[in-house]
């Protein structure tokens, strides 16, 4: 009979609820990472990454075409009417992370001073830069150009001395990257290799420089993801075409044998 109870008392705790397996630890920070606050700040290419299916508690001020400079001296009227303006973000709450999203029309001297000024009103947050991309037609062009001196160019080179920048500014913070660019240019390559089920680069844009709605928006809402912290998720893309998330998810995979940094 005490055999018995013993085999019952373990079926018991087999079947029930509340039983708990171990917990791995890229398990741990990934749900950790879900309950991070995030703000977001940028224009349509930040809106292409998809923000509000973002996980955690998120806001945006996103202003289509603009600079960050622009957004930083003009913030009453982002044309995403669901922003929340910075001014009251970023006075009024403390964020985990907090994007930033560089642009055609600024310098990198402009865009290190805007971004700055924003990363002292969030002492404590991990920074994310969001690199957007170029017109699709000059991308191959600017991801080459090693110019740093003139306006902005969705380049390795000028995302990577404003982050040299910036880290010489606030050597005790930490900071990412989305890496967009860098995801373009792999798949470009992988185009030239017929190893892509793409013709071109240009198939993930919707007009000269936005992304799909699924291929594309895809691709660049995980890649904030990864910068987040959180898990790639397929919510909102479910029609996407199987053979091509398969190989959009290969292109991510990449992301993780790169520094986060």
Same mark, same amino acid.
């Given at each position: 009979?005490?055999?018995?109870?013993? +085999?019952?008392?373990?079926?018991? !705790?087999?079947?029930?609820?509340? %039983?708990?397996?171990?917990?791995?630890?890229?398990? *741990? $920070?990934?749900?950790?990472?879900?309950?991070?606050?995030?703000?977001?700040?940028?224009?349509?290419?930040?809106?292409?990454?998809?923000?509000?299916?973002?996980?955690?508690?998120?806001?945006?001020?996103?202003?289509?075409?603009?600079?960050?400079?622009?957004?930083?001296?003009?913030?009453?009227?982002?044309?995403?009417?669901?922003?929340?303006?910075?001014?009251?973000?970023?006075?009024?709450?403390?964020?985990?992370?907090?994007?930033?999203?560089?642009?055609?029309?600024?310098?990198?001297?402009?865009?290190?001073e805007t971004?700055?000024?924003? +990363?002292?009103?969030?002492?404590? !947050?991990?920074?994310?830069?969001? %690199?957007?991309?170029?017109?699709?037609?000059?991308? *191959? $062009?600017?991801?080459?150009?090693?110019?740093?001196?003139?306006?902005?160019?969705?380049?390795p080179a000028?995302?990577?001395?404003?982050?040299?920048?910036?880290?010489?500014?606030f050597p005790?913070?930490?900071?990412?990257?989305?890496?967009?660019?860098?995801?373009?240019?792999?798949?470009?390559?992988?185009?030239?290799?017929?190893?892509?089920?793409?013709?071109?680069?240009?198939?993930?844009?919707?007009?000269?420089?936005?992304?799909?709605?699924?291929?594309?928006?895809?691709?660049?809402?995980?890649?904030?993801?990864?910068?987040?912290?959180?898990?790639?998720?397929?919510?909102?893309?479910?029609?996407?075409?199987?053979?091509?998330?398969?190989?959009?998810?290969?292109?991510?995979?990449?992301?993780?044998?790169?520094?986060?940094?």
């Amino acid at each position: 009979m005490k055999n018995h109870r013993i +085999i019952l008392t373990l079926l018991i !705790a087999a079947c029930s609820p509340f %039983t708990t397996r171990p917990v791995s630890g890229e398990e *741990a $920070a990934a749900e950790a990472a879900l309950q991070k606050s995030v703000f977001l700040i940028g224009n349509s290419l930040t809106w292409d990454t998809v923000p509000s299916q973002l996980d955690g508690d998120v806001q945006w001020h996103v202003d289509c075409g603009k600079s960050l400079p622009f957004i930083f001296a003009n913030p009453e009227m982002p044309c995403v009417k669901t922003s929340t303006l910075w001014p009251q973000a970023l006075r009024e709450k403390q964020y985990d992370i907090v994007s930033f999203q560089t642009h055609y029309g600024a310098t990198l001297a402009e865009d290190f001073e805007t971004i700055s000024k924003w +990363i002292q009103l969030q002492p404590k !947050a991990v920074i994310v830069i969001h %690199t957007g991309w170029a017109h699709h037609e000059k991308r *191959a $062009a600017e991801y080459a150009s090693t110019e740093t001196s003139g306006k902005m160019q969705h380049s390795p080179a000028y995302v990577g001395a404003l982050l040299a920048e910036l880290k010489k500014q606030f050597p005790d913070r930490e900071f990412r990257q989305t890496r967009a660019i860098d995801l373009l240019a792999h798949i470009a390559a992988d185009i030239q290799a017929g190893r892509a089920p793409l013709t071109d680069v240009v198939d993930l844009h919707r007009d000269a420089i936005h992304m799909k709605h699924d291929s594309g928006r895809y691709l660049m809402h995980n890649a904030m993801r990864h910068a987040l912290g959180q898990p790639r998720s397929n919510r909102g893309f479910e029609k996407l075409d199987p053979n091509l998330k398969t190989y959009l998810d290969t292109v991510l995979d990449w992301l993780k044998t790169q520094n986060p940094k």
